[in-house]
């Protein structure tokens, strides 16, 4: 199977799953708290087919195999973020941030507000390097890699100032997290962030240069992929593109009913992808 095929596939697990979780998210929030329980409840299957996948990957230098590493730890993410977007497991803080308050005050209460999810990504992060690491095909490891340095280069940009924040697909019980956000012309890390992103990018496109295995080739192929993908997220932070258009069909028409809602003072959490 030639790469581009493999980048193809990548890109599209990536916009479908993106949409999925938000169209699950987005009739999940309409309903109440008990129906987001049991959406992250219903997710469990994928989390533990992820977590199988991932596993039993390791030592499959296949194309399969890096296939299976790959869409793995993409299951294993996405529930991450279902949990996450549907405010079952976020941070302890879910009030605005009020304004005027001192930047370190400021920082404790964004870092509250995502603290829990934080902490499982870290755990989840933990454990794929753990078993990971080393491993025959490690493919799957480092997707897992790439989406959470990725995220967190988000979140901190998010954090520090951007000029564009999307906040169009965020559910009810996320609406305290803009208050958090702020809009910058620009902040300091932008730059180091999509420095090093493009840096991973050359990475990958020089091993899958050098790849002497299908398997190689096409585990390469997916990294280039979604790494890549990574990188015009940040862009659109900055860009005035109008990314949302690739979900809002798949979306349920919002409510005509007045959403109470906090908001940053002008334009549209990042609703990028995974």
């Known amino acids: 199977m030639a790469p581009w095929i493999a980048a193809l596939i990548a890109l599209f697990v990536w916009w479908f799953a993106t949409g999925a979780i938000l169209m699950v998210v ?3 929030d309409r309903r109440g708290l008990r129906a987001r329980q049991w959406a992250v409840i219903g997710g469990l299957p994928m989390l533990a087919l992820g977590v199988w ?3 039993s990957s390791l030592t ?8 299976v590493g790959f869409l793995s730890a993409l299951a294993i993410w996405g529930w991450i973020e279902l949990a996450f977007l549907t405010g079952i497991i976020s941070g302890p803080i879910q009030k ?9 005050e400021r920082f404790l209460r964004a870092w509250g507000t995502v603290a829990f999810h934080e902490l499982l990504l870290v755990v989840a992060l933990i454990v794929t390097l753990v078993e990971g690491w080393g491993a025959a095909n490690a493919f799957g490891m480092w997707t897992f890699v790439v989406l959470y340095g990725a995220r967190i280069s988000a979140k901190l940009n998010l954090y520090f100032g951007v000029p564009k924040i999307n906040t169009e697909f965020l559910p ?7 208050s958090h956000f702020r809009i910058a012309r620009l902040n300091w890390l932008f730059p180091i962030s999509v420095t090093a992103l493009t840096f991973a990018v050359a990475c990958w496109l020089e091993r899958l240069h050098a790849a002497t ?5 096409i585990g390469f192929a997916l990294l280039t992929a979604i790494t890549a993908l990574a990188l015009l997220e940040h862009w659109l932070m900055v860009l005035p593109l109008p990314d949302e258009r690739l979900w809002r069909w ?4 919002e409510s005509t009913a007045p959403k109470h809602q906090h ?5 549209h959490e990042d609703a990028h992808g995974l």
């Open 26 to 28: 987005k009739y999940a």
């Open 53 to 55: 996948g991932y596993s």
């Open 60 to 67: 499959d230098m296949s194309i399969t195999g890096a296939y």
């Open 96 to 104: 605005p941030c009020p304004q005027d308050i001192p930047e370190w």
């Open 172 to 178: 009810t019980a996320l609406m305290h997290l803009p």
């Open 213 to 217: 295995t299908p398997g190689e080739a």
């Open 250 to 253: 798949m979306l349920p028409a």
């Open 263 to 267: 908001t940053l003072p002008r334009r």
